[in-house]
C-alpha cells in the first residue's frame, strides 16, 4: 500500500510516463478528466502533454491502451496545439493501433485520424495511412483503407486528395489478402460515388474480372452524388448552411460543382514517351520510303496514347510531326501525324501551349485535302491544340487563311472557330478577339461557296451564343435580315458543353444598362426581345428617329441606319423643306441679288431653330442651302450665314453621315477663309459632334487634299488638331491621317507643313512615343521639326474631352463613351505600324547553321538573323522555325553566343510588339533557364531580355501554366534568387493572376529554407507578393505537406508576411496605355454628368469614382505633407503617382476609394497621443524585467513585435503601419510627417520620446542612406526641440538609443558622421556630458576603427568643454584607456588618442603624465611630440570657468534647421582625408574659444571706427563714451599665438556648389585607390582640356598640385614597392597625372597661381620620378620619364617666375646638406635654375627681386663662402654667382634697392657680394646706429669671425655657469650691441631649446632694463639644460614686437607670402630683432603638409583674421620699404579718433 500512496501523489503528466502500467492506467483516466475539464483551448496546460501524446496511443498495455486512445482523442479535439502531434499520433495509430485485435482501439483510432482530419491537417493524415498501406501486417492496411474510406465518406474529395489514392489503389487490387482486396473493392465504389467515370481511365489496366465485378456494383448506385456529412472546424457556416437546406438549388449547383471539380487527367501518372521513342525515330521518319516512316509514326501513336504525358522537350519530336503533315505526300501517313499531334497536345495539355503557334498554321493550310479521313484527323489535332493555348494566341494565324483562296480551308477555319467558341466564355472571348474574327466571318457569310458561307454562319450562331447578341450585333451591321435570321438560327442550334447558360439566358440583372434597368426588367422572353431588335435594325427606315427596343444596341442601330441612309431627290427635298419653311424664303435662296439671298438666309435660320428637333428634314434643309448659288456663294455675308445654318441643323437636327457628305465639300472648300473660315469650322465641328469625330474628320482630310488649296489644307490640319482635343482621340483611323500628314509634310507650302508638324504633336500627346515610328524615313531636318513639336508635348497630359458624339439619348452617349474606349484599348498603336513576314528569309539553311558544331558558323547564322530583324524593322509573330533555333542557343556552351541571342531576342521583341505573346512558351522560359547562368552579365543580359519581353506581352502568358513552376524547381541558386526577385517586382502591379501560380508555391517554401542565403532573402520579398493574389488561407494549407520543423518556420514567414502583404492595385490596367484611359475616364465623367447635373461621383462603367473635377492632378510630390489636410487627402488616391485615379479603379473599386480618402482624413489626427503615465509604467515592466530589456547586437523579431505592441497605444494607428513597412519609402514619409508635425505635437512627441528612439536605433541597423540621412535630420529637430522645453532624457531613454547612435558615427559615409557628431553636441545638452562619457568609452572598444577614433574625437571635444570633472568613473581610469589607443594599428585611432591626451595637457598640464599611467617609449614619443607639436598652447584658466564659458560656445543656434538640415548644394566634400582627423579636436576647440582666445584686447575696441567716423548722420545717437585709462594700454599686451585653424563647420558657405564638386574631385586624387585617382583625374582632365571650363579651377590650383604630388609620394613610396598591384595600373595612373599637369601648365592664367611651396615639392615629385630606376627600366617608365621631361621645361616656362625661382632655390639649399638629396637630384634641380637664368632677360620684369634675394641671402646664411667651398662639387656656388652676376646685369645699381626684405642687411654676404659685382663702395645708406663703423666690416671680415669667436666662446661659458650666468649675459648683450653682425647661431646650435629661450628671455630683460623701463619678472637662473619656462607664461612681459617678429616667421611657416616687413617703426632700433630670428640655422620654407594644413585650416577666415590684426603692413612688393607703426603710434592713433567722434557727439 505504501507503493500505491507514492505514485498516487504524483501529478498527471508523471503518472502518464510511470514504469507501472497500472499507473499509468490511472494517469490516463486523471488525463482524460482533466482534458474534459479545460475550456480554454488555449491554456498553457495543454503544453505539459504535448510530447506525451504519441505515448498515450503507442501503449504497450492493451487495457491502459483503451484509455490512453480516448485520452488521445480528447486532447485532439480539444487543445489548440494538438495539430503539432499529428505525424506522430497517426504514425503510431497506423503502427501500434490497427493491429490490435480490440475492435474499440481500432474504432478509437479510426476516430483520432477523423478528428486530426477535422481540425485541418488532412493531408498529413492522409499520407500516415498512405504509408501504412506498404505494412506488411494485412491488419494494419485493412484498416488503413477503412479509415481513408471512412474520411472520404465523410469530408468528401475537397478535402481527402484522390489523386495519390488512386495511383496506390489498383496495387491493394492485387493483394493476396482477401480482406484486402474486398476493402479496395469497397473503396473504389465510395471514389466512383464521388468522381463517377474520371475514375475509369486510372483502373483502366485492371483484372477484367475485378473490373467487371465494379462495373456492376457502380451501377447499383443512386445517380445522385453524395453529400459532404462532416465539416472542418474552418468549414461551421457551410455546415449550419447544410443541416438548413436539406435540399435546394443552391446546395445542387454545388454538387455540380464537386463533381466537376475532379478531372481524370490530374488522378493519372505521367509517362515519359520521349525516353521512350525509337532510337532510329529520326532517321525513319525523312526514310524515302513511305513504309519506314509509317513504321516510325506507329511507334510515336502508340506512345501517344497514353492519356498523361510527362513534360518535356519535344520540339524535335513535333517539329518531324508537323514536317510530315505539311509535306508528306502519303495522306494515310499525314492523317497518322496528325493524330500522334491530337495525341501529344491531350497528354500534355497546357504544355504543348508552346508548340501550338507552330502547328496549327500547317494543319490549317492541310485542310486543302478532301479526304475525309485525313480532315477528320486535323480536325481532332487542332481541336486538341485549342484546348492547350488560347484563341488569342491562334487568332493571327486563323485570320491569315480567312481570305485563302480554297474553299476547303476557309471552311474548315470557320468550323474550328465555331468549335472554339463554344469553349470560350464572355471573359475569354473579348471584343478585341472577336472583332477581327467576326469581320473575316461576315465577309465569308457573302462567299460564293456555300459550305463556306454555311461554317461562317454557324461560327457566327456560336459566338452570339456564346457572348449575346448585343455583344455580337454591332459587327453585323452590313447584313440584310436574311442572315442575320440564318445566324440566329445558328444560335439557338449550338449546345456549350456541361450544359452552360449562354450569355443571353442569364438572369436579367445584366450590368448593361446602366440607365435603363426597367428594360433589363422586361417580362419579354429573351429570344423574342432578340428578334425584336433584329427586325427593328434590318429594315432600312425612311426616317433617322426611332424608337428604342429591349435588350437591343440602339446606338450602333442609329449609326447604321446614318450609314445607309439613301440620298433624297432633289424635288422630294424641295417638297420636305416647302412643309417647314416659308415660300418666300425658298424663292429668294437663288436671287440675284445678294440682299435678298442675305433676307432669305435669315428667315431660313429663324425657321430652323425654331423647329421641331424630331420633324426636321436635315438632308432636305442642306440640300436647300447647296441650290444655287450653293457653297459657290460670292458674297461672305450671306455665306457666313449659310454655313452658320449648317451649324446650327447639324446641333438641332438628327444629322446624319449622307446629309454631312452634302455640305463637306463646301464647308473644307471654305475653311480656308479669312472671313467664313471660322463659321466653316464651326460646322464641321458640329458634323463632328452628330456623326461622330472619325469620320468627319477623314472625310474633312481627304477632301482637302484632293483640293490644290494649300490654306484650305493647313486649315484643315489646323481644325483637325484643335478637333482631337476636344473631342479626344477614341476612335481615329491613325493610318488613314498618317498617310495624308506625311502628304503634308512634303507640301511645298510652309504652312502645310507647320499644320501638319502641329497635328503630329497634339497625336503625340494621345500615342506617345510609337508615333515617331512612321517618320524615321523622313529627312533630318524635317525630322528634327516633328521632334520639336513632340519636345513640347513632353510630359503634357492630354486635356479632357469637351465634346462627345451626340446620339439619341444620355444612355447611349454613355455607352458611346464606353465604345470608344474599346476601341482605344483595342487599338494599339503598335498594331497599326506596317509588319514584314521574315519567315520565307529564315531558311532551313539558316537554322542549320545555328544548330552548327563550329561555334564560329553558329555565331555568323545569329549575325544573319539580328540583320535580318533590324533590316525589317517591324515584324510578323511568323518567324517560321526561328524560335526553337534561338531556343537552342540560350543554351550554348559559348557564353559570348548566349549574350548575342539575347541582345537579338531583345530586338525581337521591339520589332514583333504585341505578336511575341504566340512565342512565351517556346523562347520565354528558356530566356527564363538563362537566370540560372554563373556569369554575372550573362545574368544581367538574361533580365533585361526578360523585361523587355515583359513590357509587350505582359505578365498573363508567364504565370499560366506550369513552365514557371518548373523553373522554380530547379535547384540553381543564381535561377532562384533571379526569379523570386523577379516575380517580387512584378507581381504586386498586377490585379489578378491565373491559378496556377499556385504550383509554385511548394518552390517558393523550399526556397525559403535554401541553404543559399540570397535565395532565401528573395524567397521571404516575394511570399507578400504571392499572398496577395493567393490568399493567406490557400498558402497556410499549402505548408501541410512540409515536414514539421519547416513547416513551424514557413508558418512564421507567412504570419510576417501577412501583416505587410500589399494592396492590390485597385483597378486592372488598359493595355491602351495610361493615357487612354485618363482620358476615357474624364470623358465618362463628363458623359454622366450630362446624364444627371450631380454633385456627387457618379458610377461609370466598373463602377469607377470619378470626382467632377476640371482635370487629373499630376504625380504627387514626393516632399513632406502639406499641414493642409485637404491637400493631403487629395494627393493620397493617386496610387503613387504611376497613373491618374481614375483609371487604375476597378470594377467594385468604390469602397477602396472612399476607403482611402477616409484614411487620408484620418491621418488629419495626431500621430501620438498622450498617456498619462506610459512611459513610466514602460520604464518600471523593463526594471521588473516583464518586458525584454532593449538590448541587442542585431534587433531580433521579438524585440519588434514588443515594440509594435507597446506603440500600438499611443501611436496612430496609420502611422505605426507605415514605420513597420517592409518599404523604406514609407518609412522616409513617416518621418517627414512625423518632422513636420513635431513642433505642433511637442508635448505627446516627449511621452512617446522612449518608443521614437527605439524605432529609431531600428533604422540605424538599415543600409538604406536615404533612411538614414532623414533618420539624423530628425533626430537633430528632436533634439533641438528637447533642448528649448528643457527636457532631460532619463538612463531609461538614453540607454536604448545612444549606444545605437554610436554604431553609425564609425559609418564609412562622412555625411552621416557629420550629422551624428552634430547629434552627440546636442545630445550633452539634454543629457550631462558625464554620463554621455562611458557611452563613448565603450565605443571606443568597436571592432570599427572608425567608431574608435571618432568617439576617442568625441571624448577629447568633452573634455576640452567640460574639463575633466567630465570622465568617468575617475579621470586617471578613463586616461588609461584612451592612453591604449596611441598604439592602435590604424592610423586615425592613433591621431585621435593623442589629440585627445592633447585635450586633456591643454586642460590640467603636465599632470597629463601621472593619469595615463605607463606607456611604451614609442608610444611616449609620440606623445611628446604632439604635445610639442600642439598649436593649442593656450592660456590656462580655472577649469570650472573655462567649462561654463564653453558650455555656452557649444550652444546651437535659435532656428535648428538654418544649422543642421543638410542642403545638397552646400555639401562640403572637399575633405582631403589625410590630416583632417588629426585636427579637428583642435579646430572644434578654435571654434568654441574663438571669443576666448581674444580676451585681452578690450570690447571697446572692437567697433569699426571708420564707419562710426564717416557716418556724421547718425553720430548724435551714439551712447556717452566711457571714460578709460588709455595709458594702460601702452603696456606690452600678451598677444597668442595664432592656432591652426581647421575647417569650419559651415566651410560649405564659402562655396559655391561648383567648387564643391571640384574640392570633391581633387580630394579623390590624393585616394589610396588608384581606379579612384584614374576617374577624378579624368574629371579635371576633361574640365582643363575646355577652354571656357577650365576657368573653374581657378583658386584651386595649389589644392590640385598638393593632391597630385601627394599621390606622386604614395606611389613612389607605396604602389611601386606593392607585387602585388600591376604596373600597368601604376603606369595608366603616373600617364594620368603627367596629362593632367601639362594640361594645366599650358593655361598660363592657371599655373601662375601656384605658390612657392608648391612649386617646390612639385618639382621635387617630378625630379625624385625622373631619378627612379624602377621607373627606368621600363619601356613604359622610359616613355613616362620624357613626358617628365616635358612637363619640368613647361612648369619652368608658365609658372609665376618668382615662385619658381624660389622654389629651386629652396630645394638647391635642402639638397646641399649631404644627407638630404644625392648628387644626381642636385645636378637636376641646378639644371634647372640655370634654364630660369637664361629666360631671365626676358621674365625679370615679372621677378619679384626682393624675395629672389632673400632666398640667396637664406641660402649665404646657412651655407658661407667657406662651407660652400668646402663641398665636394663647386656648382652650387657658381650657380648662385651666375644667378646675381646675371640680375647685377640686368637691374645695375637697381639691385641694392631689392634687399628690403633682409634684417640685417649688414650682416649679410650677399650685400658685400653685390656691391663688389656693381663696383660701389660699402657705406651706411640707411643710417641705422648698426651700421655705423662698420664700413671697413667686409674687407676684415675672415679675421674679424675668428676674433668673435673667441670672445663669444668665453661669454657662453659664463652664461653656462650658476655664478656667471647673470654676468655672461650683460657681456652678451653689450658685445651684440657692439658688433650687430655678430652670428650668434654657432654657439646656439648645439644647445637645447630651453637654453636658447633662456638666453634669449635674459637679453630682453637688459634690454628693458637699459631702457629704464619697470622690470616684470627677473629670469631665473638655470643650466645649460635647465627646466623650461614657456614662452606662452601669463607673467612674461615681451614687447609686441617680439611677437610682430615671430609672426612673421609663423606666418612663413604656413605658406603666407611674407611681402611685408614688420620690424619696428622709426622708434625702434633694429638692434632689437629678436635671438628667436637668428635661432634657426636654416629658415623654414612652406612644405606640401604645411600648405595641406593652411588649406584646410586657414582658407579665407586665417587671412580675413591676419588682415584684421595687422592693417598697419603693407602687403605689395612695391611698399615694402613702408614700416608698420610702433603699438605706441597706434594707441596714439585711437585717442586721437576717439577725441574726434567724442567732439563731433558734442
Same mark, same amino acid.
Given at each position: ?491 439557338? $442550334? ?6 452552360? =447558360? !449562354? +450569355? %443571353?439566358?442569364? @438572369?436579367? /440583372?445584366?450590368?448593361?444598362?446602366? &440607365? *435603363? ?10 429570344? $423574342? ?6 427586325? =427593328? !435594325? +434590318? %429594315?432600312?427606315? @425612311?426616317? /433617322?428617329?426611332?424608337?428604342?427596343? &429591349? *435588350? ?1491
Amino acid at each position: 500500500m505504501g507503493d500505491d500512496s507514492e505514485w498516487m501523489k504524483l501529478p498527471i503528466d508523471q503518472k502518464c510516463e510511470h514504469k507501472v502500467w497500472k499507473t499509468r492506467l490511472n494517469g490516463y483516466e486523471e488525463a482524460l478528466q482533466l482534458f474534459n475539464r479545460i475550456d480554454d483551448e488555449k491554456s498553457p496546460e495543454w503544453g505539459k502533454y504535448l510530447g506525451l501524446i504519441k505515448k498515450f496511443v503507442t501503449e504497450s498495455n492493451a487495457v491502459a491502451q483503451l484509455k490512453g486512445l480516448e485520452a488521445a482523442l480528447a486532447y485532439v479535439e480539444n487543445a489548440h496545439v494538438a495539430v503539432k502531434t499529428t505525424g506522430d499520433v497517426v504514425s503510431g495509430v497506423v503502427t501500434k493501433v490497427f493491429n490490435q485485435p480490440k475492435a474499440r482501439a481500432k474504432e478509437l483510432g479510426t476516430d483520432i485520424c477523423m478528428m486530426y482530419i477535422e481540425i485541418e491537417k488532412a493531408e498529413v493524415v492522409q499520407d500516415e495511412l498512405l504509408k501504412g498501406l506498404d505494412n506488411k501486417n494485412p491488419k494494419i492496411v485493412v484498416a488503413c483503407i477503412e479509415t481513408l474510406r471512412k474520411a472520404l465518406s465523410e469530408f468528401g474529395p475537397k478535402i481527402v486528395t484522390l489523386k495519390p489514392i488512386v495511383k496506390v489503389l489498383p496495387k491493394q487490387f492485387e493483394s493476396r489478402d482477401k480482406a484486402v482486396r474486398d476493402e479496395a473493392k469497397m473503396f473504389a465504389i465510395e471514389i466512383y460515388k464521388w468522381i463517377r467515370d474520371a475514375l475509369r481511365p486510372s483502373l483502366q489496366n485492371v483484372n477484367s474480372v475485378l473490373l467487371k465485378e465494379l462495373e456492376e456494383e457502380w451501377v447499383k448506385l443512386p445517380s445522385n452524388p453524395p453529400k459532404q456529412s462532416r465539416f472542418l472546424r474552418s468549414q461551421q457556416d457551410l455546415k449550419a448552411k447544410f443541416i438548413q437546406q436539406a435540399q435546394g438549388e443552391e446546395s445542387g449547383e454545388e454538387e455540380e460543382e464537386t463533381v466537376a471539380a475532379v478531372d481524370p487527367y490530374e488522378l493519372l501518372a505521367a509517362v515519359d514517351i520521349l525516353s521512350k521513342l525509337p532510337k532510329d525515330f529520326y532517321e525513319k521518319i525523312e526514310a524515302k520510303k513511305w513504309q519506314e516512316r509509317k513504321e516510325a509514326l506507329e511507334a510515336v501513336e502508340t506512345l501517344t496514347k497514353n492519356p498523361k504525358l510527362e513534360s518535356g522537350d519535344y520540339g524535335d519530336l513535333v517539329r518531324a510531326l508537323k514536317k510530315v503533315v505539311g509535306k508528306d505526300a502519303n495522306v494515310m501517313l499525314v492523317s497518322m501525324a496528325a493524330k500522334c499531334l491530337a495525341g501529344l497536345a491531350s497528354g500534355l495539355r497546357k504544355k504543348f501551349g508552346t508548340y501550338a503557334g507552330h502547328v496549327v498554321p500547317t494543319i490549317l493550310e492541310k485542310f486543302k485535302e478532301k479526304k475525309l479521313q485525313v480532315v477528320q484527323a486535323l480536325q481532332e489535332a487542332i481541336d486538341a491544340i485549342f484546348l492547350t493555348t488560347t484563341l488569342q494566341n491562334l487568332s493571327e494565324d486563323i485570320l491569315a487563311v480567312m481570305d485563302n483562296k480554297n474553299p476547303s480551308i476557309k471552311q474548315q477555319a470557320s468550323l474550328f472557330l465555331a468549335r472554339s467558341f463554344r469553349h470560350c466564355t464572355q471573359a475569354t472571348l473579348p471584343k478585341s478577339v472577336l472583332k477581327p474574327f467576326c469581320a473575316a466571318l461576315v465577309k465569308q457569310v457573302n462567299d460564293s461557296a456555300p459550305e463556306v458561307r454555311d461554317a461562317a454562319f454557324e461560327a457566327l450562331g456560336t459566338a452570339m451564343r456564346v457572348v449575346g447578341e448585343k455583344a455580337v450585333n454591332p459587327y453585323l451591321a452590313d447584313l440584310d435580315k436574311l442572315k442575320l435570321d440564318k445566324i440566329k438560327e445558328c444560335a439557338d $442550334k449550338v449546345e456549350l458543353p456541361g450544359g452552360k =447558360k !449562354s +450569355a %443571353g439566358e442569364k @438572369k436579367p /440583372a445584366v450590368k448593361a444598362h446602366p &440607365a *435603363g434597368e426597367d428594360q433589363s426588367k422586361s417580362s419579354v422572353p429573351p429570344k $423574342k426581345i432578340a428578334s425584336a431588335a433584329a427586325s =427593328k !435594325s +434590318a %429594315g432600312p427606315p @425612311k426616317k /433617322a428617329k426611332v424608337t428604342s427596343a &429591349a *435588350g437591343g444596341k440602339p446606338k450602333k442601330n442609329i449609326e447604321n441606319k446614318e450609314l445607309a441612309e439613301s440620298e433624297l431627290s432633289v424635288e422630294v427635298c424641295e417638297e420636305q423643306a416647302s412643309n417647314v419653311l416659308p415660300a418666300p424664303c425658298l424663292q429668294q435662296l437663288g436671287s440675284a441679288n445678294w440682299k435678298e439671298r442675305l433676307a432669305s438666309m435669315e428667315e431660313f435660320q429663324r425657321a430652323v431653330e425654331t423647329m421641331d428637333k424630331m420633324t426636321m428634314p436635315c438632308q432636305a434643309l442642306v440640300k436647300m442651302l447647296a441650290k444655287k448659288p450653293g457653297w459657290k456663294e460670292t458674297n461672305f455675308q450671306v455665306m457666313q450665314m449659310k454655313l452658320h445654318i449648317v451649324t446650327i441643323i447639324a446641333q438641332r437636327g438628327q444629322f446624319s453621315k449622307t446629309s454631312a457628305s452634302l455640305v463637306l465639300d463646301g464647308l473644307v472648300d471654305k475653311v480656308g477663309d479669312i472671313k467664313c473660315g471660322g463659321n466653316a469650322k464651326e460646322g464641321m465641328t458640329a458634323i463632328g459632334e452628330a456623326c461622330s469625330l472619325p469620320w468627319t474628320a477623314e472625310q474633312v482630310v481627304s477632301l482637302a487634299f484632293a483640293q490644290k488649296n494649300p490654306k484650305n489644307q493647313a486649315e484643315a490640319l489646323n481644325w483637325l488638331a484643335n478637333a482631337m482635343k476636344e473631342f479626344g482621340f477614341a476612335g481615329i483611323n491613325v493610318k488613314a491621317f498618317i498617310n495624308n500628314v506625311k502628304t503634308a509634310l512634303g507640301a511645298t507650302n510652309p504652312a502645310v507643313r507647320t499644320a501638319a508638324i502641329t497635328l503630329l504633336g497634339v497625336m503625340y500627346l494621345y500615342m506617345g512615343a510609337p508615333l515617331r515610328m512612321f517618320f524615321e524615313d523622313e529627312k533630318p531636318a524635317l525630322l528634327s521639326q516633328i521632334d520639336a513639336a513632340f519636345e513640347k508635348m513632353q510630359g503634357q497630359s492630354p486635356p479632357a474631352p469637351s465634346r462627345f458624339t451626340k446620339k439619341a439619348g444620355n444612355e447611349d452617349e454613355c455607352d458611346n463613351a464606353e465604345e470608344q474606349e474599346d476601341d482605344v484599348v483595342g487599338q494599339d498603336i503598335m498594331d497599326l505600324l506596317p509588319r514584314t513576314d521574315i519567315s520565307e528569309k529564315v531558311t532551313s539553311d539558316l537554322v542549320s547553321k545555328l544548330g552548327d558544331k563550329n561555334w564560329k558558323i553558329r555565331k555568323e547564322g545569329l549575325d544573319e538573323v539580328a540583320a535580318i530583324i533590324s533590316e525589317a524593322k517591324f515584324i510578323t509573330a511568323n518567324i517560321g522555325d526561328l524560335p526553337l533555333a534561338l531556343k537552342g542557343r540560350l543554351g550554348d556552351s559559348n557564353k559570348i553566343l548566349i549574350q548575342q541571342s539575347l541582345t537579338i531576342l531583345q530586338q525581337l521583341a521591339i520589332a514583333m510588339g504585341p505578336g511575341l505573346k504566340q512565342h512565351v512558351k517556346t523562347l520565354g522560359f528558356p530566356i527564363i533557364s538563362v537566370l540560372g547562368d554563373s556569369k554575372p552579365n550573362v545574368r544581367a543580359a538574361a533580365m533585361a531580355t526578360l523585361q523587355a519581353w515583359v513590357e509587350h506581352t505582359g505578365m498573363k502568358d508567364w504565370l499560366e501554366g506550369e513552365e514557371l513552376s518548373e523553373e522554380l524547381k530547379k535547384e540553381n541558386p543564381f535561377l532562384r534568387q533571379e526569379l523570386l526577385g523577379w516575380l517580387a517586382e512584378k507581381l504586386p502591379t498586377l490585379r489578378t493572376v491565373p491559378g496556377d501560380l499556385m504550383a509554385c508555391v511548394p518552390h517558393l517554401y523550399a526556397c525559403l529554407e535554401d541553404r543559399n542565403g540570397d535565395v532565401r532573402k528573395k524567397a521571404q520579398d516575394a511570399l507578400p507578393t504571392f499572398m496577395m493574389h493567393l490568399g493567406y488561407d490557400k498558402m497556410n494549407k499549402a505548408t501541410g505537406k512540409l515536414k514539421q520543423s519547416s513547416k513551424d518556420q514557413v508558418v512564421a514567414m507567412l504570419e510576417k508576411a501577412r501583416a505587410v502583404m500589399p494592396a492590390k492595385p485597385a483597378a486592372p490596367a488598359k493595355t491602351g496605355g495610361a493615357k487612354s484611359s485618363s482620358e476615357t475616364n474624364r470623358a465618362a465623367s463628363s458623359c454622366e454628368d450630362f446624364v444627371d447635373n450631380k454633385s456627387e461621383a457618379k458610377k461609370v462603367r466598373g463602377g469607377v469614382a470619378v470626382k467632377k473635377q476640371p482635370s487629373p492632378p499630376e504625380e504627387p510630390d514626393p516632399s513632406p505633407p502639406s499641414k493642409d489636410k485637404d491637400t493631403i487627402a487629395n494627393k493620397k488616391p493617386l496610387n503613387k503617382g504611376k497613373t491618374v485615379a481614375g483609371s487604375q479603379q476597378s470594377a467594385p473599386s468604390k469602397k477602396p476609394v472612399t476607403k482611402g480618402m477616409k484614411d487620408d482624413e484620418d491621418r488629419s489626427g495626431p500621430l501620438f497621443i498622450l498617456v498619462p503615465n506610459a512611459k513610466e509604467q514602460r520604464i518600471k515592466e523593463e526594471k521588473q524585467l516583464k518586458i525584454l530589456k532593449w538590448n541587442f547586437i542585431t534587433p531580433r523579431d521579438e524585440y519588434v513585435e514588443q515594440l509594435k505592441s507597446q506603440m500600438s497605444t499611443c501611436f496612430a494607428k496609420w502611422l505605426q503601419d507605415e514605420l513597420f513597412h517592409l518599404d523604406f519609402q514609407r518609412h522616409v514619409k513617416a518621418i517627414s510627417i512625423m518632422t513636420e508635425r513635431l513642433e505642433n505635437e511637442t508635448d505627446a512627441t516627449i511621452s512617446c520620446l522612449d518608443l521614437i528612439l527605439k524605432w529609431f536605433t531600428l533604422r540605424f541597423f538599415d543600409t538604406n542612406t536615404t533612411v538614414q540621412m532623414k533618420v539624423l535630420e530628425y533626430l537633430k529637430l528632436l533634439f533641438a526641440m528637447l533642448n528649448r522645453e528643457n527636457y532631460h532624457l532619463t538612463e531609461y531613454e538614453a540607454n536604448s538609443f545612444v549606444p545605437y547612435l554610436l554604431l553609425k558615427i564609425g559609418e564609412s559615409k562622412d555625411v552621416v558622421r557629420k550629422d551624428v557628431r552634430a547629434i552627440l553636441n546636442m545630445l550633452c545638452k539634454v543629457y550631462p556630458a558625464s554620463k554621455v562619457f562611458p557611452y563613448l568609452m565603450d565605443g571606443t572598444k568597436s571592432k570599427n576603427s572608425k567608431q574608435r577614433a571618432e568617439c576617442l574625437e568625441e571624448l577629447g571635444c568633452l573634455i576640452e568643454a567640460y574639463g575633466m570633472n567630465v570622465c568617468q568613473p575617475t579621470p586617471a581610469k578613463s586616461l588609461k584607456e584612451i592612453a591604449v589607443h596611441i598604439g592602435d594599428r590604424d592610423t586615425s585611432v592613433r591621431n585621435a588618442a593623442l589629440n585627445t591626451v592633447v585635450a586633456v595637457y591643454n586642460v590640467c598640464g603636465d599632470q597629463v603624465y601621472k593619469l595615463i599611467g605607463n606607456l611604451s617609449d614609442k608610444d611616449m614619443s609620440m606623445l611628446e611630440e604632439r604635445i610639442k607639436r600642439s598649436a593649442t598652447k593656450k592660456i590656462a584658466a580655472p577649469p570650472a570657468k573655462q567649462s561654463a564659458n564653453e558650455r555656452s560656445q557649444r550652444d546651437l543656434p535659435a532656428n535648428p534647421n538654418g544649422t543642421f538640415l543638410r542642403k545638397s548644394s552646400q555639401e562640403d566634400p572637399n575633405k582631403l582625408k589625410i590630416m583632417y582627423r588629426t585636427y579637428r579636436i583642435q579646430a572644434r576647440q578654435n571654434a568654441q574659444h574663438s571669443e576666448s582666445s581674444h580676451m585681452p584686447i578690450p570690447k571697446e575696441f572692437q567697433l569699426d571706427l571708420d564707419m562710426i567716423e564717416m557716418d556724421r548722420g547718425r553720430v548724435n545717437e551714439l551712447p556717452d563714451l566711457v571714460q578709460h585709462k588709455l595709458d594702460e594700454l601702452l603696456e606690452p599686451i600678451v598677444i597668442p599665438e595664432p592656432k591652426m585653424r581647421a575647417v569650419s563647420p559651415h566651410f560649405d558657405d564659402l562655396h559655391n556648389s561648383a567648387a564643391s564638386t571640384i574640392n570633391f574631385v581633387i580630394s579623390q586624387v590624393a585616394s589610396g585607390d588608384i581606379n579612384t585617382s584614374i576617374q577624378a583625374l579624368a574629371q579635371i582632365d576633361e574640365v582643363l582640356s575646355q577652354e571656357n571650363k577650365a576657368e573653374v579651377m581657378s583658386g584651386h590650383i595649389d589644392q590640385f598640385l598638393i593632391a597630385t604630388f601627394m599621390q606622386l609620394r604614395l606611389i613612389y613610396n607605396t604602389h611601386m614597392a606593392d607585387e602585388r598591384l600591376d604596373k600597368e595600373d601604376i603606369f595608366k595612373l603616373y600617364r594620368c597625372i603627367l596629362s593632367n599637369m601639362l594640361s594645366l601648365f599650358s593655361l598660363e592664367s592657371l599655373a601662375r597661381e601656384a605658390s612657392m611651396g608648391v612649386l617646390k615639392d612639385l618639382m621635387h615629385g617630378l625630379i625624385t620620378l625622373i631619378l627612379d630606376s624602377r621607373v627606368e627600366d621600363t619601356e613604359e617608365g622610359q616613355q613616362v620619364i620624357r613626358s617628365v621631361n616635358l612637363l619640368v621645361v613647361r612648369v619652368l616656362e608658365k609658372s609665376d617666375q618668382t615662385n619658381i625661382i624660389s622654389a629651386l632655390l629652396v630645394m638647391l639649399q635642402d639638397t646641399l646638406v649631404p644627407t638630404t638629396g644625392t648628387p644626381r637630384f642636385s645636378e637636376l634641380v641646378m639644371k634647372c635654375l640655370w634654364r630660369l637664368i637664361r629666360n631671365l632677360h626676358e621674365t625679370i620684369n615679372s621677378v619679384n627681386l626682393d624675395r629672389v634675394l632673400f632666398d640667396v641671402h637664406n641660402i649665404m646664411k646657412v651655407f658661407p663662402k667657406e662651407k660652400l667651398k668646402q663641398l665636394n662639387s663647386d656648382v652650387p656656388h657658381r650657380t648662385l654667382k651666375t644667378l646675381l652676376h646675371t640680375l647685377c646685369k640686368l637691374t645695375g645699381a637697381k639691385i641694392l634697392d631689392h634687399l628690403s626684405m633682409i634684417e640685417n642687411r649688414n650682416e649679410s654676404e650677399l650685400e658685400c657680394y653685390l656691391r663688389r659685382v656693381v663696383k660701389q663702395p660699402v657705406g651706411n645708406q640707411f643710417g641705422s646706429k648698426s651700421d655705423r663703423g662698420n664700413e671697413k666690416g667686409s674687407l676684415h671680415m675672415e679675421d674679424g669671425k675668428a676674433k668673435d669667436r673667441d670672445i663669444l666662446s668665453e661669454i657662453f661659458k659664463k652664461i653656462g655657469s650658476k655664478e656667471n650666468t647673470k654676468e655672461g649675459l650683460t657681456e652678451l648683450y653689450e658685445y651684440k650691441q657692439k658688433c650687430t653682425d655678430v652670428d650668434l647661431e654657432p654657439f646656439l646650435k648645439s644647445t637645447s631649446p630651453f637654453f636658447q629661450s633662456y638666453v634669449e628671455r635674459g637679453l630682453r630683460v637688459i634690454e628693458s632694463e637699459r631702457e629704464g623701463k619697470p622690470r616684470i619678472q627677473n629670469p631665473t637662473v638655470i643650466a645649460q639644460h635647465g627646466v623650461d619656462n614657456s614662452l606662452s607664461s601669463n607673467e612674461e612681459d615681451l614687447k609686441p614686437a617680439v611677437y610682430y617678429e615671430r609672426l612673421k616667421i609663423l606666418r612663413q611657416r604656413q605658406g603666407l607670402e611674407n611681402t611685408r616687413s614688420i620690424s619696428g617703426g622709426d622708434g625702434e632700433p633694429q638692434e632689437r630683432a629678436p635671438i628667436s630670428s637668428i635661432l634657426s640655422s636654416k629658415p623654414s620654407v612652406a612644405s606640401s603638409t604645411d600648405m595641406l594644413h593652411s588649406k584646410l585650416s586657414q582658407l579665407k577666415e586665417s587671412r580675413e583674421l591676419y588682415q584684421q590684426e595687422h592693417k598697419a603692413q603693407s602687403r605689395s612688393p612695391s611698399n615694402t620699404h613702408t614700416r608698420s607703426a610702433s603699438p605706441a603710434a597706434n594707441l596714439g592713433d585711437l585717442k586721437k579718433r576717439l577725441e574726434r567722434i567724442k567732439n563731433n557727439r558734442e
